[in-house]
Every structure is written in structure tokens, then in C-alpha cells.
């Protein structure tokens, strides 16, 4: 039997009751993210029923945010009880009307943050993701996942730099702005140092089962940072037999790279 939990179960079922723990099923089904269907399966109509794809980005984002975010319910405890889901959410309605994300003071390091606001535990892609300049742009999750099954790593609906290139390909007003991604990454294509996603969404955090968590804010978390904050960074997290030191030596010799960014 699966181990169950009042405090986790509202995001790994539909339509959890905290009073009587029935649910309509369980894992995350078709009105997870689309609200209730009832009305829409006697007679489908695109009025009744949500689709993420036609709300704007908070809304749309929303739908994940709900489960993949560390915060608190408005009112915690309900009835007494604690909580770590948007109890009475459905897709459609407003997140922040039910959910409070994680708070943290910028240059402290906490139980869920470094000191920038990188998040570091388990499940908590959206607590970064509405930091990120992507999520101000209108990006949502799901336009690099795709919640209904790829078979890629992650969902993705292609593989990492292809989604990238989509709205970052060399010579784009978006950047990276040079001719070719070797001249940008300063390694080889096809290799691991060329991957987008190498420098920004490193691997930050190790939590259950091994797994790694990586960081959604897009950033590119320097050196310098991890010697002031502690906070792993790309290079040597790759490069495991090299120092801070070098690879901060290394970024300055960078010709594109701004030296206010080296720190």
C-alpha cells in the first residue's frame, strides 16, 4: 500500500477532501490542471473547462506553481491541521488567494534558500522560476515542458539547447550574442559544457532518492558566488579538480563577459 499523507497528498491526487481523505483518483490526473471536468464531459465545450494554454503567463504558470513550489496555505493550520499545499485551489482561480511561497531575506542562507534566492530543496522549480526575467516575459512552464508526456528527460518538449535556441539562437536579439555557441560557451558543441542548461540551471542540491534539483532562475551563478555564499556553481561542478580561483581566472579572460559580472 502507498504511504499516504494528509500534509503532501492535495498534489499527488484530484480533488483531495481533507476531512474524509476520499479523492476522485489519485496521481495527478486531467483536473489537476484543468479544473473540474464534470460539466465538460456531459457536454464539451471549451467555455467549460480550463485550458493553462489560453491563460495569461501568471495564471498559466500557476498550474504548476501550485504543487511544485515550498510555501504555506493563507490560513495554516485548517481545522487545526498543517498543510503543504494550496488547499481549495483549482485551476483558474488565484494562486495567492490560497498559497504563500516560501518567504526569504535576501543575503541570508536559510533551510530553503542560499543567499541570492536560489532555492535549493526539493520541489521548488516555481519558488525560482517567477524570480527569473523569463517568467516577467511571459514564459511559461510549459513552454519548455510538456505535462503530457514526451518521453524526453524532464518532459521537455525537445532537447535542452533546441528549446533554448527557440528564443536564444546565436545572432538573436536575445543573446547570446555571438555568431556561434562555441564562441558563447567557450566549449566544444555536443559536449556537456556546450549545454545550455550546463550554466544555467546547474545541479545545486542532491535531495531524495539521489535526485538532483537544478536551479530555475536561469542565472549564471559565478565563482565568486559559490567562495562568498557557498553556493555550487557550473565550472567546478564539472571541472571537480580545479579551484574557485581558476575558474574566476578563467571568466576574466572571457573577451565578451562584462568584469562586472565576474563577481
Known sequence: KRPTSALCDG??????NIRDHSVTEWNVGCERCHGPGGE???SPSRAN???PARMDYVHASDTCVQCHSQGRPLTNPIE???????????????????????EHTLG???????????????????????????????????????VHGTG?????????NQICFTCHGPGMPNGPRTATLEEH????????????????????????????????????????????????NACTSCHTDKTIAWATDALRHW?????WRIE
Request: hydrophobic share 30%.
Open 185 to 232: 560557451t567557450h566549449h566544444r558543441a555536443g559536449t556537456p559544457g556546450s549545454e545550455c542548461v550546463s550554466c544555467h540551471m546547474p545541479a545545486i542540491e542532491t535531495t531524495l532518492a539521489n535526485v538532483n534539483v537544478h536551479a530555475h532562475t536561469f542565472q549564471f551563478i559565478t565563482p565568486a558566488m559559490t567562495e562568498k555564499y557557498k553556493i555550487p
Open 11 to 16: 498534489c499527488h491526487s484530484v480533488n483531495f
Open 108 to 146: 541570508e542562507t536559510s533551510f530553503t534558500h542560499f543567499p541570492d534566492g536560489t532555492a535549493h530543496k526539493n520541489r521548488m522549480q516555481g519558488n525560482d522560476f517567477v524570480q527569473s526575467v523569463m517568467y516577467r516575459r511571459g514564459v511559461t512552464c510549459f513552454s519548455c515542458h510538456d
Open 49 to 51: 473547462i480550463q485550458n
Open 80 to 102: 487545526g491541521k498543517y498543510y503543504d499545499w494550496p488547499v481549495g485551489f483549482h485551476v483558474g482561480f488565484n494562486l495567492q488567494d490560497y498559497w504563500q511561497l516560501e
Open 152 to 160: 524526453n528527460y524532464a518532459e521537455l518538449r525537445l532537447p535542452p
Open 40 to 42: 465538460h464531459v456531459a
Open 255 to 259: 573577451p565578451e563577459r562584462s568584469p
